[in-house]
């Protein structure tokens, strides 16, 4: 039964394509046929080492959170009748996401608006008592002035008239705590509407008609997507070095428009008593939403430069089998053609005559994402960033192909995992 192959962008496969033919080289002209089968001359790519200066790194790990990130908790206990968006929904600050049975709620506050009720009617009924025992006093006191009442009924008219006023403020003290309570039932009841808090995407739903619900309950995690924060941990020594406003990258097999570039813009100044670490922030604008809340990146930030050295390709860098020790294979000869810097996966790659490589040891004295600076090797001088694996003795010969700096740096960029699919996918289709 036949199979269907996977299709392979252009730029893939070429890669592959040259990596069989280094394998094979020693087939091409410039040797006699028995020379070919007794000792075949690998091929290799090579580039210049250029000097200057290499940007100083320090790689981490970074977590995606949407701007105004919250979790979404209903403040009442009910049953929930209706759920009104699903996730990848946008909504409004103040839209109705989520209907609670709200049966209860509308019994609970008639009968607070009951209770206010009568507790208004008694404070008026105070009111009133108190206006009775106000007169009833007035009278008694003019009639003790001119000695018509014993003092003991003056007293008990002043008696009544304090507890009259304070059955006024008895009433006026109910009536407040009626109309609280009847506040509280109107919001209560009003919750049984949960709303967004903030406009943005909704996500992480956990909400079915039907589910009891209490304040312990997450229903949905809203978020505005269209910009989001990266957070990085840093521990304290690389806070000797790192500081707000220096550039970042953010990396992600996702974001296929490349890297996206962005200033460090918050670091928090608590540590943590155990870890000694803190957190720092990137805003990052996401217009396509290719960065996804809680998905792990990749972040270089940028304080600084190295000294001058060489710089090589990381891809140069050799740990030699024998003795591993870490170096480049270097040439004197003269490779001055100009570089081919674009393949196709049908075209004839060129390599020159065989030519004398030497391992070279070197000291590496910074590191980047492309690139290294070395101390050993003269800038101008090229260096085998392809196929050193075929070169297994101190000093060999190879055919070369000269390459340019932005071939090494695609090749860099491809993930191991593809192109050893690419490879296994290709070698199928010769058996």
Not at 212 to 219: A, H, K, Q
Not at 262 to 282: D, G, K
Not at 302 to 321: D, F, I, K, Q, R
Request: charged residues 20%.
């Amino acid at each position: 039964m036949s199979k269907t192959k996977p299709r392979y962008s252009a730029f893939t496969a070429c890669l592959v394509g040259a990596g069989l033919v280094l394998l094979t080289v020693s087939c091409g002209p410039g040797g006699s046929k028995e020379n070919q089968a007794d000792r075949p001359v690998p091929g290799v790519e090579a580039v210049q080492a250029r000097h200057g200066t290499l940007p100083l790194t320090q790689r981490l790990s970074g977590l995606v959170k949407a701007t105004n990130q919250v979790v979404i908790y209903p403040e009442v206990s009910a049953v929930m009748t209706e759920v009104l968006v699903r996730d990848g929904d946008t909504v409004e600050k103040g839209q109705p996401m989520v209907r609670l049975r709200d049966h209860e709620f509308r019994d609970r506050l008639k009968q607070a608006t009951a209770s206010h009720q009568i507790a208004m009617a008694q404070a008026r009924q105070a009111q009133a008592r108190l206006k009775e025992a106000g007169s009833e006093l007035k009278r008694i006191q003019d009639l003790a002035e001119r000695g018509m009442v014993s003092v003991s009924q003056l007293e008990t008219a002043e008696t009544q008239a304090a507890l009259a006023e304070a059955d006024v403020d008895l009433a006026s003290a109910r009536v407040e705590q009626a109309r609280a309570n009847m506040a509280e039932q109107e919001q209560n009841l009003s919750q049984t509407i949960v709303r967004a808090p903030v406009t943005g995407s909704v996500g992480d739903r956990n909400a079915e008609v039907g589910m009891l619900v209490n304040t312990n309950t997450r229903l949905f995690t809203l978020g505005q997507l269209d910009r989001v924060t990266v957070q990085v941990v840093l521990t304290d020594k690389m806070l000797a070095f790192i500081e707000e406003g220096q550039p970042a990258e953010v990396l992600s097999s996702g974001l296929t428009a490349g890297p996206l570039s962005a200033p460090l813009v918050r670091i928090s100044p608590f540590l943590h008593p155990v870890t000694h670490t803190t957190y720092a922030e990137i805003d990052v604008d996401n217009p396509d939403g290719r960065l996804k809340p809680g998905m792990f990146v990749t972040v270089d930030i940028y304080y600084g430069e190295s000294e001058e050295a060489t710089l090589v390709p990381l891809s140069s860098l050799y740990e030699h089998p024998a003795t591993g020790v870490s170096g480049v294979y270097v040439t004197d000869a003269s490779l001055d053609r100009e570089p081919v810097a674009e393949l196709s996966g049908d075209q004839s790659i060129s390599f020159t005559g065989p030519v004398t490589f030497n391992f070279v040891p070197v000291q590496v004295i910074a590191r980047g994402r492309m690139e290294a600076g070395i101390l050993g090797v003269d800038a101008g001088t090229w260096v085998v960033t392809l196929g050193q694996n075929l070169l297994g003795d101190e000093t060999s010969e190879a055919r070369v192909r000269p390459v340019g700096w932005d071939w090494v740096e695609k090749l860099q960029t491809l993930q191991r995992e593809d192109l050893m699919q690419d490879m296994i996918e290709r070698q199928s289709t010769f058996q």
